[in-house]
C-alpha cells in the first residue's frame, strides 16, 4: 500500500511540485494541431499572458473566474466537476469532462485521473480538447451519479424501522427497486455501512435514472438522496421545498402526496430535523400550494418561482412587513421570495430569493438606499481569528426573525459577501484583482532583482579579496623558501680537506 502522504498535491504552487501530464499527446487544440508546445505551471502565478496547462482545485479556478488568457491556458480540475465549473458563471463550451494519464513525481508512477478542463483563453480557437485517436479501442461512457439509499430511526416508524433497519433488509430492498427500473445491470453497489439507528448504501446509478430514485424516496421511510455537500451547486430540475411540519414522518408525507395524487412529486427525505419534498419546477405553484396554504410569502407573482438564487437586501426600516418588502422589490421590477425578514435595533434585513438577479445593485427608496449582495454559503473558516470574531459579533443577540413559522432560519454559513456589489448577473464570483496581483509580481521582481544585483556585486568582491589571499600567500611562501635557504646556508660548516693515506713501509734483512 502506497502512503498518501507521500503522494504529491494536486497542485503546482509555492515552489512544491504537483502532478504532471504524462501523455501530452492527448490533447490537441480545437484546429487539430498538437500541444506539444504547453507546459505545466504553477497555479499561483498565472496571469493574462500565461500559457499551458494547470492543475487547480475547484477554490482556485473561482479565484481566476474573471482571467482571460491571450494565449492558450488550460486548468485541469480534480473528478468531474461541469456542474461545479458553470456555477461560476462560465460557458459550456469552456468545459471538457474526460480522463488523463498524470504523474506523480514522489510515487514516480502513471495514473489515470478523471478530470474537467476549463479553458481560459480569450480566444475560442485557442481551446484545448482531448485528442481523438485514429486507432481508438471504443468503450461506451454512462455517466453515474453517486447517491445513498438510507434509513433512519429517529425519521422512520417503528414498523418500517422493524422490516428495514438492517443491512440484509436494505440490500433487499435496494435490488427490488433497481430490478424494477431494469437498471440491475447498470448500477454500482457499495457496502451497506449499519451503526446504530442509522443504515445506509451507497449507489451509482445513471444519472437518467435520477428522478425514478427520487420518486420512491420516503416510501416505506427509506430515502434516496444525492453524496452532496452543502455548498455543491443545486441540482438542475429540482426545487426543494421545506415543508411546515417537522415532526411528520417523511412516509407520512410521501403517503399525502401519493394520495393526493401530486404532479411533479420527486420524493420526501429529511435532514436535521426537517422534512423537505422534490419538486420539478414545472409543478411548484401546485406544490406550494399543498403544503403551504395561507403561506404570506406567496403570492400570484411569486408562487410559480424558483428560488434560484438567493440575496441580502439592507436598508429598510425595523418593523417592515413581508408584503413591504415584497412590493417594494416588485416597484423596481424584481420579482423575489421574501424568505426572511431580520430586525435589528433601527434597521431591518431582508433576506429574499429570485429567479434572476436584481436590475442594480442599489434601489432609491424613500427611506434610504437599498443595498443588495448576493448571499454566498460558504465553509466556514476553523481559526482562532475567525471564532472570536463570530463570537464577538452583536448580530445574533440583538436580531429577531419576523419570517413565517414555515421557512426555515438561514444556516450560519449563509453569511453575505463583504466584497463590492457587482454589475450584472451577482451569479459571477468576484475574482482577485488582476493589476493588484501584477503590481504585486512586479514589486516581488523587482526585489529579486535587487537581491541578485546585491549577490552579484558581493560576488564580485569576495573574487577580489580571494585574489588578495593568493597573492599574499605566494609572497609569504616565496619569503619562507628564503629564509629557510638561509639557514641552511649558515648551519653548514666549510670543507675540510682529508689527510693523505699513510704508507707503510717495508725492509728487507738482505739491504
Not at 454512462?142 to 416508524?157: G, H, L, S, V, Y
Not at 453497489?189 to 445513471?206: D, I, N, R, S, W
Not at 532583482?449 to 600567500?473: F, G, P
Request: proline letters at 6%.
Amino acid at each position: 500500500m502506497r502512503q498518501t502522504s507521500n503522494r504529491s498535491p494536486w497542485e503546482t504552487r509555492n515552489g512544491r511540485s504537483g502532478l504532471s501530464l504524462a501523455v501530452l499527446e492527448e490533447f490537441q487544440m480545437a484546429s487539430g494541431e498538437p500541444c506539444s508546445h504547453l507546459e505545466v505551471i504553477s497555479c499561483d502565478r498565472l496571469h493574462q499572458n500565461s500559457e499551458g496547462f494547470s492543475f487547480a482545485n475547484i477554490a482556485t479556478v473561482k479565484e481566476l473566474a474573471s482571467l482571460r488568457s491571450h494565449g492558450a491556458l488550460v486548468l485541469i480540475v480534480k473528478g468531474y466537476a461541469r456542474k461545479k465549473v458553470q456555477a461560476l458563471a462560465f460557458e459550456p463550451g469552456r468545459i471538457v469532462e474526460c480522463i488523463i494519464s498524470v504523474r506523480d513525481p514522489l510515487q514516480t508512477s502513471y495514473e489515470s485521473r478523471a478530470c474537467t478542463l476549463v479553458n481560459m483563453a480569450s480566444d475560442s480557437s485557442l481551446f484545448v480538447e482531448k485528442a481523438e485517436g485514429e486507432q481508438e479501442i471504443q468503450i461506451d461512457q454512462n455517466p453515474k451519479m453517486t447517491m445513498f439509499c438510507e434509513i433512519r430511526q429517529t425519521d422512520a416508524t417503528e414498523q418500517d424501522w422493524r422490516a428495514y433497519g438492517s443491512s440484509h433488509a436494505i440490500d433487499t430492498y435496494v435490488m427490488e427497486v433497481i430490478k424494477s427500473l431494469e437498471k440491475d445491470q447498470q448500477v454500482v453497489l457499495h457496502k451497506t455501512m449499519e451503526k446504530p439507528g442509522y443504515v445506509a448504501k451507497k449507489l451509482q446509478v445513471p444519472e437518467e435514472s435520477r428522478d425514478d430514485l427520487y420518486r420512491l424516496s420516503g416510501r416505506s421511510s427509506v430515502q434516496f438522496r444525492p453524496a452532496r455537500t452543502a455548498y455543491d451547486p443545486a441540482e438542475d430540475g429540482i426545487e426543494i421545498l421545506r415543508l411546515p411540519a417537522p415532526d411528520l414522518k417523511i412516509k407520512d408525507v410521501f403517503e399525502q402526496a401519493s394520495q393526493g395524487k401530486l404532479e411533479g412529486f420527486l420524493g420526501v427525505f429529511a435532514s436535521q430535523h426537517s422534512v423537505y419534498a422534490r419538486v420539478h419546477p414545472q409543478h411548484l405553484a401546485k406544490a406550494r400550494r399543498f403544503w403551504m396554504p395561507g403561506d404570506t410569502r406567496f403570492n400570484e407573482q411569486n408562487i410559480h418561482m424558483q428560488c434560484k438564487l438567493h440575496f441580502r437586501a439592507q436598508g429598510f426600516p425595523a418593523g417592515i412587513h413581508i408584503d413591504q418588502v415584497h412590493e417594494a422589490l416588485r416597484q423596481a421590477k424584481w420579482n423575489v421570495i421574501v424568505q426572511r425578514v431580520l430586525h435589528m435595533s433601527d434597521l431591518a434585513v431582508a433576506f429574499v430569493a429570485s429567479d434572476s438577479a436584481p436590475p442594480s445593485p442599489r434601489i432609491l427608496t424613500s427611506v434610504a438606499t437599498l443595498h443588495i449582495d448576493e448571499a454566498v454559503r460558504r465553509p466556514r473558516a476553523i481559526s482562532q481569528s475567525t471564532s472570536t470574531a463570530q463570537a464577538s459579533t452583536p448580530q445574533s443577540s440583538q436580531g429577531s426573525s419576523s419570517a413565517s413559522p414555515a421557512f426555515p432560519a438561514v444556516p450560519r454559513s449563509f453569511q453575505p459577501s463583504k466584497s463590492q456589489p457587482v454589475q450584472g448577473s451577482l451569479m459571477t464570483p468576484i475574482a482577485a484583482n488582476i493589476s493588484s496581483r501584477v503590481d504585486s509580481l512586479e514589486q516581488q521582481l523587482a526585489r529579486v532583482t535587487n537581491e541578485l544585483e546585491t549577490v552579484k556585486t558581493e560576488q564580485k568582491n569576495t573574487s577580489a579579496r580571494l585574489d588578495d589571499i593568493a597573492k599574499s600567500q605566494d609572497r609569504g611562501f616565496s619569503q619562507l623558501m628564503n629564509a629557510i635557504m638561509e639557514l641552511k646556508n649558515e648551519s653548514s660548516s666549510p670543507a675540510i680537506p682529508s689527510p693523505p693515506p699513510k704508507v707503510q713501509k717495508l725492509t728487507g734483512k738482505g739491504s
